[in-house]
């Protein structure tokens, strides 16, 4: 059975950081493509990160630049660095994984998905 848990949201203040990490069981991440997402309420899904299974990675216009990706093979683990976090990067933050790198990078899609962790920035 495949699982792929999110956990490290929470509650920060405009202008501080999170590292999110997406953990799996049942698949090794280092043979997938590994997708960031995010929705925030009343809004459609929002495709902000993803790393390839070669490691290329690829960020949204909206994160670029506060953003990184990266991978712990040792643990089965994908991290997501935020940084400069902005009230509006309030949303609830889900992990894909998906053997076609176009799919989580571009296609908003996956076929692993985790259960999502919440993240609320404000002061």
């Known amino acids: 059975q495949v699982q792929l848990v999110e956990s490290g949201g929470g509650l920060v203040q405009p202008g501080g950081s999170l590292r999110l990490s997406c953990a799996a069981s049942?698949?090794?991440?280092?043979?997938?493509?590994i997708g960031w997402f995010r929705q925030a309420p009343g809004k459609e899904r929002e495709a902000i990160s993803c790393?390839?299974?070669?490691?290329?990675?690829h960020f949204a216009d909206s994160v670029k630049g506060r953003v990184t990706i990266s991978r712990d093979s040792a643990k089965n683990t994908v991290y997501l660095q935020m940084d400069t976090l902005e009230p509006e990067d309030t949303a609830v933050y889900y992990c894909?994984?998906?053997?076609?790198?176009?799919?989580?990078?571009?296609?908003?899609?996956?076929?692993?998905w985790g259960q999502g962790t919440q993240v609320t920035v404000s002061s």
């Open positions: 049942g698949i090794t991440l280092d043979h997938y493509a």
């Open positions: 894909a994984a998906d053997r076609n790198y176009l799919r989580v990078c571009f296609g908003n899609s996956g076929t692993y």
């Open positions: 790393i390839s299974e070669v490691d290329s990675t």
